[in-house]
């Protein structure tokens, strides 16, 4: 791996905190619950503490990146019975990290409070349990890890000949302005999607470092292979949400399926790695972005 995205991966630390709870009562929720995930963190944190809200809700800077990311089960059940478990992922970036305290006490207290619930009935629940995703599997309680943890455990020996991109939630992306919605991009657009990604939220939650980026770049893109085949195995989630600051509702549909590419590709694997951990393209805190590198 390169000094310089060794020196940005030592650096950036990041949560990933599985919360599971589990149903008071029947309710209906969405098919794709990223947005309903999404609301009620912001509910549980603005009725936590509002500092705490801000730093994850609130605007700040132009272009600046929200520091979590949500992942939601890949099931589409409507109809859920009380007693049932639902299991969110939710991974912290960075600074935000030093919140992740505060965060697990947002959710506990959200638990406890009869105005807050899961779904537009507001179902009531019961927190069961919060672990941490690591590089050695899921551990009971919060375990941060930096990304440089689970690029070594991860560290690939020999020549890459085949890797693949398997969707597991939509990814809402573009080129030349529009949305994908069929056939999915050659390499060197998943390669600049993770770079931007590491990028954005590195530069604002990590080290403001624009030359090390840079070179990270440079390094990461003179390394993409002049001859690479590529099969895509894609199609077009398209799911709605509710917005009440627009007032309507609005789409956050993406990409599902599978991309695989052929080639030398050994030099890419940490870059591609980083765009799993981090999640790709739009709406990641709703839900979106999330795949798994297969090589």
Sequence with gaps: MMAC???????FQLVKLQITVQLKQNTQLPAFKGAMWHGLFGEALKAYDEQCYQVFYGDHDNQQPKPYAIAPEGDHKVDWYKG??????????GDACQLVNE???AWREASCNTELGIGEKRASFWLLSVSSITPYGVKPGIHPHTLHDWLQLNAHAGQQQEIALHFLTPLRLKQNSNIVKKQAPE????????????????????NDNQELFDRVYQHTLDSIPNNVDWQSHCYFEDWMRYSRRHGKALPIGGLKGQVSFYGDL???IPILKI???????????????????IA
Excluded: H, P
Aim: proline letters at 0%; a positive charge.
């Design 275 to 293: 765009g799993e951990l981090l999640q790709v393209g739009g709406k990641t805190t709703f839900g979106l972005g999330k795949y798994r590198l």
């Design 187 to 206: 390499l060197k657009f998943w390669v600049n999607q993770s770079l931007r990604r590491l990028t954005q939220l590195g530069r604002f939650w990590v």
């Design 5 to 11: 995205l060794n020196e940005i991966t030592a650096q």
């Design 266 to 268: 050994e030099a890419l």
């Design 84 to 93: 049932e478990l639902l299991t969110l992922e939710i991974t912290l970036f």
């Design 103 to 105: 965060v697990v006490d």
